[in-house]
Every structure is written in structure tokens, then in C-alpha cells.
């Protein structure tokens, strides 16, 4: 979801309301209109420009972390080599294809962090910021463009226990979440994106109190975006409010059981929680009923975040087993 940033860039080539549309689009999973918009966009600018891969690379980002499904993970990674490629001979704006190729390589080094490959990870995270900060420095883009420099900043504090800071030098942390508290503060298009990354920030600053009042922000301005009620009910929970978790997961629940029959994973995270906040507010039956369902779910999915999910689930499975 952060990389919702680049949506600021078609301010450049359409209009105002048609970045905020897309935007709300695409925050409130409408895949089938975003995707016309990139057809749309195609025909429109022809195959030389970078604009409808830069759209459609940001939409299959999406789409994969939503659904959280492997085979969409293959077609997410040649979206990137096409955008990379397309930006690189782009020579009628020099700056926007600079723009578009930073983008590339962000998404590239996000998806090399999760995947764990942090060298990696970093080589391409490097490019991608010295490319924005040029874009920066030249006035392209606005304080927006922020959020991208203090997801770096803030991703190399956490890298640096990995590979040690002879390699990545320097205090990031507090840079980073400056960044992209100026993103949110003082950028234009892309508030409730930029609340996001915080809520997240926040979490695992244990600044539970900012987490909780920007996401209940979120919660009203995007009552139905099931990735953003991922962040909402984190943020509760984070902040001990077991009961407004259970509510906000629940009304997830039934959004992902409605629309998501295939993503094990997320039908298996989405138990998970609720068997925990069932747990913590003393239903330790139905806690048990939604463990035995992740545990199920969890051994059908190839998602790359499996392990770590099995762990948890398997950690409450001992506890209710034990009460």
C-alpha cells in the first residue's frame, strides 16, 4: 500500500479528480474499474510511455498483498521488468522516466525485504532513493515524495541488525519516521496512504496511542477497505481494545469469506485474530473453532509468509489447548 505514493505522479498527465478516484478505487478494492483505467490509459499514451505499466504494477502490488496468492506474485515481478525496462527508453521527459524506474526498483527491494533477501533488498531500495531525491531536488514532485525516502530510511534501521552497520551507516530510525510524518503532515494526495505506513510505524515503535487515532481516522474515512481494516484492527489491538478488534476483524471476516474463497492465507490470518480476541475476552470456545479452521487454511497456502503464521497459530493452538 505504500507504494500508492507514485499515484501522485499521473497529477503530471490527467487531472486532480481523476488521482483521487483511482486512488479510492483502489483503496476500496474496485480491481475490475482500475483496471479498465489502465486499458483506458494505454490506448490513450501508447506503449512508449511508462504511465499505464507504472499504474498496472501498482495495482498487481496491491492485488497481491491482498489476496496474498503465490501465482499472482510471478506476474507482479514481470510488471516490474516491463515498467523498469519501459522507463529506462523513455527520453521525452527525462525526469518522469526517472521517476517511473525509482519506482521499479522500490517496489523490487519491498518485495526482496519481505522475501528476506535484505542485500539485495538494499542494493535496489539505494537506486530507487538516489533517483527520487534527484526528482526531489529538481521541485518534480512534492512533499509526498517523502514516503518513499522514510519507508528507506526506516526499512535500513531494521535491515541494519542483519548485515551490521558498517555496511548501512548511520542513525535511520528517527529520520525515517520523520519522512514520512512529513508525507502525512504536509504532502497533498496521499494523507490516508501515508497514515497507513505510520499505523504500522507506530506499532512496532509501541506508540500505541498515535497507531490508534490515526487508524480510527482511516476506519472513517475508508470504512470498507479490507487492507486498510488490517491496519485498524492491528491498532486495537496493539492498544489492548480486544473488543473493537473483534468487531473490525469480524466485519473482515465476512468480507474475506465473500470475496476471498482462495486466499488461504488470508482466511487463515483472519481466524487467527479472531481466535485470539476471542480468547482474550474469555469465548475460549470459539477461539478454538477458529484455530482448528487457520490450521487448515494455513497448510493449503505457498504464500511466503506462512511460516511465521503457522508459528503464531500454532503458538495460541498450545495456549487453548492448556485453558
Same mark, same amino acid.
Given at each position: 500500500?505504500?507504494?500508492?505514493?507514485?499515484?501522485?505522479?499521473?497529477?503530471?498527465?490527467?487531472?486532480?479528480?481523476?488521482?483521487?478516484?483511482?486512488?479510492?478505487?483502489?483503496?476500496?478494492?474496485?480491481?475490475?474499474?482500475?483496471?479498465?483505467?489502465?486499458?483506458?490509459?494505454?490506448?490513450?499514451?501508447?506503449?512508449?510511455?511508462?504511465l499505464?505499466?507504472?499504474?498496472?504494477?501498482?495495482?498487481?502490488?496491491?492485488?497481491?498483498?491482498?489476496?496474498?496468492v503465490?501465482?499472482?506474485?510471478?506476474?507482479?515481478?514481470?510488471?516490474?521488468?516491463?515498467?523498469?525496462?519501459?522507463?529506462?527508453?523513455?527520453?521525452?521527459?527525462?525526469?518522469?522516466?526517472?521517476?517511473?524506474?525509482?519506482?521499479?526498483?522500490?517496489?523490487?527491494?519491498?518485495?526482496?525485504?519481505?522475501?528476506?533477501?535484505?542485500?539485495?533488498?538494499?542494493?535496489?531500495?539505494?537506486?530507487?532513493?538516489?533517483?527520487?531525491?534527484?526528482?526531489?531536488?529538481?521541485?518534480f514532485?512534492?512533499?509526498?515524495?517523502?514516503?518513499?525516502?522514510?519507508?528507506?530510511?526506516?526499512?535500513?534501521?531494521?535491515?541494519?541488525?542483519?548485515?551490521?552497520?558498517?555496511?548501512?551507516?548511520?542513525?535511520?530510525?528517527?529520520?525515517g519516521?520523520?519522512?514520512?510524518?512529513?508525507?502525512?503532515?504536509?504532502?497533498?494526495?496521499i494523507k490516508?496512504?501515508?497514515?497507513?505506513?505510520?499505523?504500522?510505524? *507506530?506499532?512496532?515503535?509501541?506508540?500505541k496511542? @498515535? =497507531?490508534? $487515532?490515526?487508524?480510527? /481516522? #482511516? &476506519?472513517? +474515512?475508508?470504512?470498507?477497505?479490507?487492507?486498510?481494516?488490517?491496519?485498524?484492527?492491528?491498532? *486495537?489491538?496493539?492498544?489492548?481494545?480486544?473488543? @473493537? =478488534?473483534? $468487531?473490525?476483524?469480524? /466485519? #473482515? &471476516?465476512? +468480507?474475506?469469506?465473500?470475496?476471498?474463497?482462495?486466499?488461504?492465507?488470508?482466511?487463515?490470518s483472519?481466524?487467527?485474530?479472531?481466535?485470539?480476541?476471542?480468547?482474550?475476552?474469555?469465548?475460549?470456545?470459539?477461539?478454538?473453532?477458529?484455530?482448528?479452521?487457520?490450521?487448515?487454511?494455513?497448510?493449503?497456502?505457498?504464500?511466503?509468509?506462512?511460516?511465521?503464521?503457522?508459528?503464531?497459530?500454532?503458538?495460541?493452538?498450545?495456549?487453548?489447548?492448556?485453558?
Open positions: 500500500m505504500i507504494t500508492f505514493l507514485i499515484l501522485l505522479s499521473l497529477f503530471i498527465k490527467e487531472n486532480l479528480s481523476f488521482i483521487d478516484s483511482t486512488l479510492n478505487y483502489l483503496l476500496n478494492e474496485d480491481y475490475k474499474e482500475v483496471r479498465e483505467r489502465i486499458k483506458i490509459l494505454k490506448e490513450k499514451v501508447g506503449e512508449k510511455d511508462p499505464p505499466f507504472l499504474l498496472r504494477t501498482i495495482y498487481l502490488y496491491y492485488f497481491t498483498e491482498d489476496y496474498a503465490y501465482d499472482s506474485e510471478k506476474v507482479f515481478l514481470k510488471e516490474i521488468e516491463k515498467l523498469t525496462e519501459v522507463s529506462e527508453k523513455h527520453n521525452e521527459d527525462i525526469l518522469w522516466g526517472k521517476f517511473c524506474k525509482a519506482t521499479a526498483l522500490a517496489f523490487k527491494a519491498m518485495w526482496l525485504s519481505e522475501k528476506e533477501d535484505y542485500l539485495n533488498a538494499l542494493n535496489f531500495g539505494l537506486e530507487s532513493v538516489n533517483l527520487f531525491t534527484e526528482c526531489i531536488e529538481k521541485n514532485f512534492l512533499k509526498d515524495s517523502y514516503l518513499a525516502l522514510g519507508i528507506y530510511n526506516y526499512g535500513a534501521h531494521i535491515i541494519q541488525k542483519y548485515v551490521g552497520e558498517k555496511i548501512l551507516k548511520g542513525e535511520r530510525k528517527e529520520k519516521i520523520e519522512q514520512i510524518e512529513i508525507s502525512y503532515k504536509e504532502g497533498k494526495f490516508p496512504l501515508s497514515a497507513s505506513v505510520l499505523i504500522y510505524v *507506530y506499532i512496532k515503535e509501541r506508540q496511542n @498515535k =497507531a490508534l $487515532e490515526l487508524a480510527e /481516522k #482511516l &476506519y472513517k +474515512d475508508f470504512p470498507d477497505s479490507r487492507i486498510l481494516l488490517w491496519q485498524v484492527g492491528r491498532a *486495537y489491538a496493539a492498544n489492548g481494545e480486544w473488543k @473493537k =478488534a473483534k $468487531e473490525v476483524f469480524s /466485519k #473482515l &471476516y465476512e +468480507d474475506i469469506e465473500k470475496n476471498q474463497k482462495k486466499s488461504y492465507y488470508q482466511r487463515a483472519i481466524r487467527y485474530w479472531l481466535a485470539k480476541t476471542n480468547y482474550l475476552l474469555g469465548d475460549k470456545e470459539i477461539a478454538k473453532k477458529y484455530i482448528k479452521e487457520a490450521l487448515s487454511f494455513i497448510k493449503k497456502t505457498k504464500w511466503h509468509e506462512k511460516k511465521y503464521l503457522e508459528k503464531r497459530i500454532n503458538y495460541y493452538k498450545k495456549i487453548l489447548e492448556k485453558s
